[in-house]
């Protein structure tokens, strides 16, 4: 991310595009943020249990819990708007520095935690034993589909005067509205 300065007589198409602009975080950071969707992935996995009580990180959600309690449908639709919401969130905490960014893209990879629960559950409900393998290739596709819309939207909109941040309320408005309209 850059911040939005493009300058007034760009001498080459990289210039033209990024300007004289400084990037938003250090590498290091970057690397965080990129590994941020990873993190939040396993925490919206996290779940442990005792004979006395049940424990959670503060700030996850225990994945097995809620699919038992609410079912994989009320489930989705839950980390589908939570992803979404964060999504559109996200470039109004950038101002605030890396700290709310990071936190805000872990929020976004509880999305992802889901979505490999339910490839395993519509697998197990919906395909037999000699099709599971056709269904789990079909349903993974959503991974590289997600990646190469995501891509080329956030490629058009940084190229042009829109800016960056544009990517982000699209995408993340899709995502609200898609899992707004499911029932609970």
Known sequence: ??????????????????????????VNQQSWLFSAIAIGNILGNFYEFTSFFITL????????YTINSFGVQKTFTFYGFISGISTLLLPFFVPFGFTFVFLIR????????ISFTSLGAIVSSWSSIKESG?????????????????????GEFCSNSYG???????????????FRDKSF
């Open 134 to 154: 056709t269904y789990i290739a079909i349903l993974s596709c959503h991974f590289q589909t997600g990646a190469i819309l995501a891509m080329v939207l956030g």
């Open 1 to 26: 991310m850059y911040k939005d300065a493009l300058p007034s007589n760009p001498k080459n198409s990289s210039e033209q595009i990024h300007g004289n602009s400084k990037l938003l975080y250090s």
């Open 106 to 113: 872990v929020i976004q990879g509880f999305g992802v935690a």
């Open 57 to 64: 990180i503060p700030g996850t959600l225990p994945l097995p």
């Open 164 to 178: 960056w941040s544009v990517a982000y309320y699209v995408l993340g408005k899709g995502f609200v509205r898609d």
